[in-house]
């Protein structure tokens, strides 16, 4: 009997490293592909494409399966990279790890796979794929809750998921590294990426700097007082508390007498002006409603009304809400139990039903008022 191939996925980190001797233990033909995707300064110190590839290599030298290097670098600047300019000149703060996904790991990355004779593909993310009994696949959160990222996953489609394996889904991270440590793997203690290669570790206003205009523009508080200046919309984010260039700012205290720290809470590009707000749980952070728009659902279609549970931000808890599709195309609203802090524009609302990650849109707007008014309002936050 012919074994199944599965391409998988090497960025050279652990977690890809330990997938690939996993699926070899189930009995696939395992294909290494490490994908390149930024090369505009590949060779600075804040990307770390060229010693990656060395790990990834090695690893599968250790485990026994071949590898290969494909550069995607033309296709994540059209799709990621050129969204990710866009949205910030737009005063939104996109999250460039979800369209990555979308558009090269589990699109660029499939079709190359398919052409290497691929019968399904894997990659190292945390996160579970099961096959309901309606035939339908779904996208399940990890058993390592600290590590689920099916956030970053929801716009998966059943064309993707019915070929994507992930190994480590029923696995906890603990159990991973005590994996590589055994099997002496070379990278066995490498410590996980943070963030995109293209920013990696180096200071975001610089990176930013190279690629769009900015014009400074006045800081106000909720009572229109101008207390600054800020350098440029697209270098804050809602929530944003240090950098704002406000620390000696003492006007208002709490009753214990403690100066409040100062929080970004509204950006308005049509004036370019940026709002702060003193104290964490000021009004203005605390949004009771979102609408959200370029909707992408794993099961193909969307769900009905209902009461579901969804995440504002990656890490962040479940919290209940109550999920109403619009009226306006490709559109819903959710509206909170709780309040929700900094509910940012440009950033995903994704919902679940117990462990099932329906899928979710991109926020357009929040509000302290019902959904109904947000998107009446349409009122930009």
């Not at 600075?44 to 494909?70: F, L, N, P």
């Not at 996904?101 to 993310?125: C, P, Q, R």
């Not at 109550?322 to 919902?351: C, H, I, K, M």
């Amino acid at each position: 009997m012919t074994k199944k191939r599965v391409v998988l996925g090497m960025s050279g980190g652990v977690d890809s490293s330990v997938a690939a001797w996993l699926l070899k233990q189930q009995g696939y033909e395992v294909i290494g592909l490490f994908m390149k995707n930024w090369e505009d300064d590949d060779d600075s110190e804040y990307c770390s494409t060229r010693e990656d590839w060395i790990d990834a290599a090695s690893v599968a030298d250790v485990v026994g399966v071949d590898i290969e290097a494909v550069n995607f670098a033309t296709e994540y600047k059209d799709r990621v990279f050129a969204e990710f300019l866009r949205e910030y000149e737009a005063g939104r703060t996109p999250n460039p790890d979800v369209l990555c996904n979308a558009e090269i790991k589990f699109k660029a990355f499939l079709d190359h796979a398919v052409s290497l004779g691929a019968d399904l593909i894997a990659t190292g993310h945390y996160a579970r794929v099961r096959q309901a009994a309606s035939g339908r696949f779904e996208l399940l959160k990890a058993i390592d809750a600290s590590k689920d990222q099916s956030y970053f996953l929801h716009r998966l489609n059943q064309d993707q998921l019915c070929r994507t394996l992930f190994p480590l889904g029923e696995l906890h991270k603990t159990e991973v590294r005590k994996i590589a440590g055994e099997l002496a793997l070379p990278n066995a203690r490498k410590k996980d990426s943070t963030g995109i290669c293209f920013i990696g570790e180096r200071p975001f206003r610089e990176f930013l700097n190279r690629y769009l205009s900015f014009k400074p523009g006045p800081m106000k508080t909720d009572q229109g007082d101008v207390v600054g200046q800020h350098v440029g919309l697209s270098f804050y984010t809602l929530g944003q508390r240090k950098g704002i260039g406000l620390g000696g700012m003492q006007a208002y205290r709490n009753e214990q007498g403690e100066a409040q720290p100062w929080y970004v809470a509204r950006k308005d590009v049509a004036t370019n002006t940026l709002y702060v707000v003193q104290g964490h749980d000021h009004p203005w952070l605390l949004s009771g409603a979102l609408v959200a728009d370029q909707m992408s659902w794993v099961a193909g279609q969307a769900p009905g009304e209902a009461n579901l549970a969804a995440k504002t931000r990656y890490r962040q808890a479940d919290v209940a809400c109550r999920y109403r599709p619009l009226a306006a195309e490709n559109t819903f609203s959710l509206e909170f139990s709780d309040p929700q802090w900094a509910v940012t524009p440009g950033q995903s609302a994704v919902l679940y039903q117990g462990e099932v990650c329906l899928g979710g849109g991109i926020i357009a707007s929040s509000s302290a008022t019902t959904p109904a008014d947000t998107a009446n309002a349409a009122a930009p936050t």
